[in-house]
């Protein structure tokens, strides 16, 4: 596993900050399998471009009320999302929703529902 980072300045966009991670990891002088992205790379820019470099999983936001519909849920799943729906931009993808469980973990319980951009990634189960 190789891990690509950088800093991103107080003015600059982060999807920018991501492009140049991108960039980086594009022109690694070895093949990449899965791009494993936290939910700074949610962003429909950036989906698209990872998406050419190879398959890859990002982790989704609860932050608008129809994924926020998708997420509440007791059941994992695979579904389609479109993000900018309707609109020129749309961009469709592959939603894993995973339903775990804390498990007493640091003192915690019940269920810990997740959603992940699956794009490009061939095994289609939920977890």
């Known amino acids: 596993m190789t891990l690509a980072m950088t800093y991103v300045r107080n003015d600059e966009d982060e999807a920018d900050a ?39 999983v990002v982790h989704v936001p609860k932050k ?32 894993a929703v995973a339903v775990s469980y804390h498990a007493g973990d640091r003192g915690k319980s019940g269920e810990v529902v997740r959603g992940y951009g699956a794009c490009g990634v061939i095994d289609r189960s939920a977890k």
């Open 18 to 56: 991501v492009e140049r991670v991108l960039a980086r990891v594009e022109n690694y002088p070895f093949e990449i399998d899965l791009l494993l992205a936290d939910s700074g790379f949610y962003n429909e820019r950036v989906i698209r471009r990872s998406r050419q470099i190879a398959a890859t």
């Open 64 to 95: 608008s009320e129809r994924m926020k519909d998708k997420l509440d849920i007791h059941k994992s799943y695979m579904t389609t999302y479109r993000m900018y729906k309707d609109s020129e931009r749309e961009l469709r993808f592959p939603l």
